[in-house]
């Protein structure tokens, strides 16, 4: 079988996407990826040499009202006459959209053409991307239960939000981890990360926090994009605050595997990847998400006991770096977060979702 799988513009939409077009590469299907033209799915695609892909030029909109508004009505009619063309040309049975307006054309082309068409929305909300996108799919894919309620009845499933395979296939033992990044297999480990967007307001707070952990036997890892990697590695060079920081990880099963604790948006994709590690968090969520979907995503952890949730505007350097010291200190604290995050982990959501893809008929 044939499958468009329409995933680009960013990490939390593009790596689930890859999962399960992985998946079905493993059964033989024949899969065309439709990434965005951002820097992102360039760079996380190299990794993937051999995956067929198209990028499309839709961008995202802020709102209707937006002096950007024709723009993004005219990169939208491109994409979607762009995916006409594909769907004529290469004939898929199905296609997917891992959300955002990536999906959108895709989805609507299949729809014009018949062709069955889903979407897998992996947050606790809809944003506006996926509520449009919704209409022109047989049915709905969710990473939360929670989300279902946004959704007519019976158009939507639980799935959760696929991972993939290589994080879990790959996983170093944590002294092994440590060793190969540089640090001491005896001290507590913070992994810090702000996801692919947004990760300014955390390394603004962790540069903050840096001079209030020093002596407290915390070794860092941050991934802090390319823009503040070198401000950020200076602050804790500057606090005594042994630091590993890369502004771009390739291998993030080594992070994970190191860690014991880790600072992180909520984005959904980042809390599947936690869960499947059982890493317990602080969760501070980018306020300026769509449908402030991240604080939601974050509710659902902390209502779990796996994190804790600290909106940004309180993330403060003093109060931060007590609360990083204090769970960082209690075993017993790291102990029960980790099973509870351990507990909301997905399993096989790359395989569930490759299975509602074919299954599909027209």
Same mark, same amino acid.
């Given at each position: 079988?044939k499958f468009?799988?329409?995933c680009g ?8 996407g890859?999962?399960v ?7 033989n299907?024949e899969?065309?990826?439709? @990434?965005?033209?951002k820097? *992102? ?14 990028a499309?030029?839709?961008?995202g909109? &802020?709102s209707v009202?937006?002096?950007?508004a024709?723009?993004?009505?005219q990169r939208l009619?491109?994409s979607y006459?762009q995916?006409?063309s *594909?769907? !004529?040309?290469f ?9 955002g307006f990536? %999906? @959108? ?11 069955p068409?889903?979407?897998h929305? &992996?947050?606790? *909300?809809?944003?506006k ?5 919704a209409?022109?799919?047989r ?6 239960e929670?989300c279902g ?10 799935t959760g /939000?696929?991972i ?6 790959d996983?170093?033992a944590k ?6 990044l540089?640090l ?6 913070l992994?810090?990360?702000g ?6 307001g955390?390394n603004?707070a962790?540069?903050?926090a840096?001079?209030?952990l020093?002596g407290?036997?915390i070794?860092?890892?941050?991934? %802090?994009g390319?823009?503040?990697a070198?401000?950020l ?7 005594? @605050?042994?630091? $590993?920081v890369l502004?771009?990880c ?9 860690a !014991?604790l880790? $600072?992180?948006?909520s984005?959904?994709?980042s809390l /599947?990847?936690? %869960?499947s590690?059982g890493l317990?968090s602080?969760l501070?969520?980018y306020p ?6 991240? /604080?939601?995503?974050a509710? *659902?952890?902390?209502?779990a006991g796996a994190?804790?949730?600290?909106p940004e505007?309180?993330?403060a ?7 990083l010291?204090?769970l960082?200190? %209690?075993?017993?604290s790291?102990? &029960?977060?980790a099973?509870?995050s351990k ?9 569930r979702?490759a299975?509602v893809? /074919?299954h599909?008929?027209?």
């Amino acid at each position: 079988m044939k499958f468009v799988i329409a995933c680009g513009g960013t990490g939390g939409h593009l790596f689930p996407g890859l999962a399960v077009a992985e998946e079905l590469r493993r059964a033989n299907h024949e899969v065309l990826l439709l @990434v965005s033209q951002k820097a *992102i799915d360039e760079r996380a695609l190299r990794a993937f040499p051999d995956m067929p892909r198209e990028a499309l030029p839709s961008v995202g909109l &802020s709102s209707v009202f937006s002096p950007t508004a024709l723009r993004f009505a005219q990169r939208l009619f491109a994409s979607y006459r762009q995916c006409g063309s *594909i769907c !004529d040309r290469f004939r898929p049975d199905a296609v997917l959209g891992m959300g955002g307006f990536t %999906s @959108v054309a895709p989805l609507a082309a299949a729809r014009r053409r018949g062709v069955p068409a889903y979407l897998h929305e &992996s947050n606790a *909300i809809p944003g506006k991307a996926n509520r449009l996108g919704a209409r022109f799919c047989r049915e709905v894919l969710l990473g939360f239960e929670d989300c279902g309620k946004h959704f007519p009845a019976g158009t939507s499933r639980v799935t959760g /939000t696929p991972i993939r395979s290589e994080l879990v296939a790959d996983v170093p033992a944590k002294a092994r981890a440590l060793r190969f990044l540089g640090l001491d297999p005896d001290a507590r480990t913070l992994l810090v990360m702000g996801g692919s967007q947004g990760a300014a307001g955390i390394n603004a707070a962790m540069a903050d926090a840096a001079p209030h952990l020093q002596g407290a036997g915390i070794q860092v890892i941050h991934l %802090s994009g390319e823009r503040d990697a070198a401000k950020l590695g200076e602050a804790y060079r500057a606090a005594g @605050v042994t630091a $590993v920081v890369l502004p771009f990880c390739d291998r993030m099963q080594d992070v994970y595997a190191a860690a !014991d604790l880790a $600072v992180s948006r909520s984005g959904a994709a980042s809390l /599947t990847e936690l %869960s499947s590690f059982g890493l317990p968090s602080i969760l501070i969520p980018y306020p300026h998400a769509a449908e402030d979907h991240q /604080t939601l995503n974050a509710r *659902i952890f902390e209502k779990a006991g796996a994190a804790r949730l600290v909106p940004e505007n309180e993330a403060a350097g003093a109060s931060l770096a007590a609360l990083l010291k204090s769970l960082l200190a %209690s075993g017993a604290s790291l102990e &029960s977060m980790a099973a509870a995050s351990k507990s909301l982990a997905p399993h096989d959501a790359a395989k569930r979702v490759a299975d509602v893809l /074919t299954h599909a008929t027209k």
